[in-house]
Nanobody, 126 residues
Framework: QLQLVESGGGLVQPGGSLRLSCAAS????????LAWFRQAPGKEREGVSC????????DYADSVKGRFTISRDNAKNTIYLQMNSLKPEDTAVYYC???????????????????WGQGTQVTVSS
């Protein structure tokens, strides 16, 4: 069974940093295009960043460009989201997700992801 498990969330002050991890079981992450999403209370789930299979091309939402970095460690079967210069508006539950096997190009459309983690809470507050 394909499973994704996020970790690394927590409470951080504005301007601080966090690194989220997403570990896979039941499949190897390097065979999939992957993405990070987030959902704040009362808002729709939105794409944050994604990474393609193979060439590792990445994409970011405008709101996080220059502050967040997505990466993949195939040896650990884990992807990461390094979040710097955090703002209160980054507060949300963060999810990682995978496209179906065979799709190489990354996307931040929620409807195109078929495997989701349970989420990890990130709170940015002083």
């Amino acid at each position: 069974q394909l499973q994704l498990v996020e970790s690394g969330g927590g409470l951080v002050q504005p301007g601080g940093s966090l690194r989220l991890s997403c570990a896979a079981s039941g499949f190897t992450l390097d065979a999939y295009a992957l993405a990070w999403f987030r959902q704040a209370p009362g808002k729709e789930r939105e794409g944050v960043s994604c990474i393609s299979r193979g060439d590792g091309n990445t994409d970011y939402a405008d709101s996080v460009k220059g502050r967040f970095t997505i990466s993949r460690d195939n040896a650990k079967n884990t992807i990461y989201l390094q979040m710097n210069s955090l703002k209160p508006e980054d507060t949300a539950v963060y999810y990682c997700a995978a496209r179906p096997r065979g799709f190489s190009v990354c996307t931040m459309h929620t409807g195109r992801m078929t495997t989701w983690g349970q989420g990890t809470q990130v709170t940015v507050s002083s």
